[in-house]
């Protein structure tokens, strides 16, 4: 239901605010440098990323992507302040991700934080990463209270707003959405460069017929280990075309991998869209707000439009540069929290792999 807006308890700055984020949850280092500006706003100073990438056919593994993290790390956050045009020096705080994530690449980054930190004489903030997504969606777009559908690697979570938390009202009840994804891509021998989600969402635009799938959404939570197991048998099934994709139009009833990433790709879709239009009859919202790497898939987002539109609302997200796992979000958060007042202790300045959304207390929102 609608209820009377309550005043922010964030104050505008008396001057402007910098802050440097550090991310590392996954296969993806990311630096960014933010500026809280006396009116209210923020400015993105610099937003630099890289990305480790494995062969086709190969997952990521933590000690790896660890080791990764910590070859880049000087030239990644080296390139943030160049592009930023400030220096360390100038920094209010240091902002690093405290988890969910994979427990080796987040260690790596933590110890940078820390080392930075403990060097310049610069708070600490630990952030949720997921905390990071839905600030940086709500920064970038001007969603005012939407439901927001958390989509990545190894989330998928449909959150809204309440009384200074963000409430988990769905989620997945076994692996990520990005997750199933990502193993389907790596079953049809797809390329990792730049990801694998990006090329299913190629892939999927070439497929012609589709293939019925495993449906499976529970209230507001949806289950994706059958339908990626159900869609890996189909690679097994005579009817199966890998190599020969003009032999699948001729022969009926025949597919293709195309064909295959577009089915599991509209079927998964859909779900998501079935049980975040829940949250939004359930909560009253008119808006969506789609944060996480998945939320970069154009046609995710051209069926939640859909969706939107037809209930008379609107759909919110971003592009690749604020959706994919970055620096700059986990800047964003994290100068939230130190403009309230927030700080995390060298002592205490560890991760987690394991931190849910709705643990966070969210202080500068009504």
């Known amino acids: ?115 930075l930190s403990l060097l310049y004489d610069k708070p600490l903030v630990g952030v949720n990463h997921c905390v990071g997504h839905i600030e940086m969606g709500r920064e970038i777009t001007g969603a005012q209270n939407p439901v927001v559908l958390y989509v990545s690697g190894g989330n998928t979570q449909v959150i809204a707003y309440s009384r ?90 025949c597919f293709t991998p195309a064909d295959l990433c577009f089915s599991l790709q509209e079927t998964v879709f859909a779900m998501l869209v079935e049980i975040t239009e829940r949250a939004m009859a359930h909560i009253g919202s008119k808006e969506v707000l789609i944060v996480g790497g998945v939320g970069s898939n154009v046609r995710l987002q051209d069926m939640m439009g859909i969706m939107a539109e037809e209930r008379g609302g609107k759909v919110f997200a971003t592009d690749e540069r604020f959706c994919i796992d970055n620096g700059i979000m986990i800047a964003q958060a994290g100068l939230l929290s130190y403009r309230m007042g927030f700080q995390t202790p060298v002592a205490n300045s560890t991760c987690t792999q394991r931190f849910r959304t709705d643990e966070v207390h969210v202080a500068w929102r009504a």
């Not at 280092?29 to 937003?47: C, F, K, M, P």
């Open 164 to 253: 200074q938390c963000y409430r988990i009202f769905g989620e997945t009840l076994d692996i990520a959405v990005g997750n199933c994804l990502d193993r389907f891509a790596r079953v049809i021998n797809l390329s990792n460069d730049p990801s694998p989600g990006y090329n299913i969402e190629q892939e999927a635009k070439k497929g012609k017929r589709f293939v019925p799938l495993p449906y499976t959404t529970k209230g507001m939570d949806v289950s994706l280990s059958g339908i990626l197991t159900a869609t890996e048998a189909l690679t097994y099934d005579k009817r199966y075309r890998p190599n020969d994709p003009s032999q699948g139009e001729a022969d009926e009833g």
């Open 1 to 115: 239901m609608p209820t009377r807006a309550r005043k922010s308890p964030l104050k505008k700055p008396e001057r402007p605010y910098l802050a440097l984020g550090l991310e590392g949850s996954a296969n993806k280092l990311g630096a960014g440098v933010i500026r809280h500006e006396i009116d209210g706003s923020s400015t993105v100073l610099s937003n630099v990323r890289h990305t480790y990438i494995t062969p086709p056919g190969e997952g990521f593994l933590p000690r790896d992507t660890a080791i990764h993290h910590r070859q880049w790390a000087l030239k990644v956050i080296e390139d943030a302040f160049t592009k930023s045009g400030i220096n360390i020096h100038d920094l209010d705080c240091i902002c690093y991700t405290k988890g969910p994530g994979m427990g080796a690449p987040l260690q790596s980054v933590a110890l940078v934080a820390r080392t």
